[in-house]
């Protein structure tokens, strides 16, 4: 069956653009998790929902990064006011409940 | 201090030979362990979990220390298709989010 997906895979932002960032995760999955991952890094969590109910988001590194989930399938980050120092691949990964999370290819964003 | 440590390498591995590494973690509530994987440019996929009895998968063997809070794998008869980075990743947390090492870079050489 079809993975994670997200769009889109590359995005070159101007410092102080505001950016949206997509992630379909897979059909049925309940928790779904954003992950940011800077060059040479491993992935750090940025926040988590169950549905609809965005449950932590004490990964967010600041107020200019929100992320929604309204009907508890697709995600949405945004970050506002971009800043070179948000250069990174954001992943998205879903899961059930307590199981494997399965992460999608990423999105790659370029801050100028 | 970050939840888990990792040397990065990178590890240069002479084909067929056997390469370990391991990483530490930092919050001893943590309740599941794990490897993944990541190909250049892709995104993380699961390797293996790790248990307290130790666990084996064809040419992967993976351990966890409790009392010494630290995480093991073993890669024998490296292939040239083994290299990647390898993420330890633990679970602590009760919305099961991930924290990753920075990843250990295996280089398999001919």
């Known amino acids: 069956g079809a993975g994670v997906s997200q769009s889109p895979r590359y995005k070159v932002a101007k410092r102080g653009q505001d950016v949206a960032l997509r992630c379909d995760p897979i059909?049925?999955?309940?928790?779904l998790f954003w992950y940011q991952q800077a060059l040479g890094q491993g992935p750090e969590f940025l926040t988590y929902?169950?549905?609809?109910?965005?449950?932590?988001k004490s990964g967010l590194p600041s107020d200019r990064f929100f992320a929604e989930r309204p009907e508890g399938s697709v995600s949405t980050l945004k970050i506002q006011r971009t800043q070179q120092e948000d250069s990174a691949v954001y992943l998205c990964?879903?899961?059930?409940?307590?199981?494997?999370?399965?992460f999608g290819p990423g999105t790659r964003l370029t801050v100028l | 201090r970050k939840e888990v440590e990792q040397d990065p390498g990178p590890f240069n591995v002479p084909e067929g030979a056997t390469v370990a590494f391991n990483c530490t973690y930092s919050?001893?509530?943590?309740?599941?362990f794990f490897w993944y994987r990541q190909d250049c440019r892709k995104e993380p996929k699961l390797l293996m979990s790790?248990?307290?009895s130790g666990n084996e998968d064809g040419r992967f063997t993976a351990q966890l220390n409790r009392a010494s809070q630290y995480i093991s794998l073993l890669i024998r008869d490296s292939k040239l298709s083994d290299s990647a980075t390898y993420l330890c990743?633990?679970?602590?947390?009760?919305?099961?989010?991930?924290?990753f090492g920075k990843g250990n870079q295996v280089v398999v050489i001919p």
């Open positions: 790790v248990y307290s």
């Open positions: 990743v633990v679970n602590g947390g009760g919305n099961n989010r991930l924290a």
């Open positions: 919050n001893s509530a943590s309740q599941s």
């Open positions: 929902f169950q549905n609809e109910a965005q449950l932590d």
């Open positions: 990964a879903s899961s059930h409940p307590l199981n494997e999370q399965f």
């Open positions: 059909s049925g999955h309940v928790s």
